[in-house]
Nanobody, 126 residues
Framework: QVTLVESGGGLVQAGDSLRLSCAASKGTFSRYSMGWFRQAPGKEREFVAALSWSSGSTYYADAVKGRFTISRDSAKNTVYLQMSSLKPEDTAVYYC???????????????????WGQGTQVTVSS
């Protein structure tokens, strides 16, 4: 069983930065790849970023590439999503999730994720 708890969301202005955190159960990162997804009101959940547990490779959605960075601190059992140059269209509930697959090609699909956090709201004003 893996428990994931997101934090760090809030209300910011366009162009600001924000760092989301996802605290995971101890040992999660040695067995699970981690992903960040988001869901805006009236829209489907979409992939944001992922990090493979085995290779450490990362992958980003085109909409956030160059602005967001996913990273992990295994000592703290925490995965981060550093977001910069935020835009109003980044407004959404952000979720972290855990996936057993080590293959980066599998990680953009939400179907393969076994565990999800409760989400944290990010609102970007114009």
């Amino acid at each position: 069983q893996v428990t994931l708890v997101e934090s760090g969301g809030g209300l910011v202005q366009a162009g600001d930065s924000l760092r989301l955190s996802c605290a995971a159960s101890k040992g999660t990162f040695s067995r699970y790849s981690m992903g960040w997804f988001r869901q805006a009101p009236g829209k489907e959940r979409e992939f944001v970023a992922a990090l493979s547990w085995s290779s450490g490779s990362t992958y980003y959605a085109d909409a956030v590439k160059g602005r967001f960075t996913i990273s992990r601190d295994s000592a703290k059992n925490t995965v981060y999503l550093q977001m910069s140059s935020l835009k109003p269209e980044d407004t959404a509930v952000y979720y972290c999730a855990a996936n057993r697959s080590p293959h980066i090609s599998n990680l953009p699909s939400s179907a393969g994720y076994d565990y999800w956090g409760q989400g944290t709201q990010v609102t970007v004003s114009s």
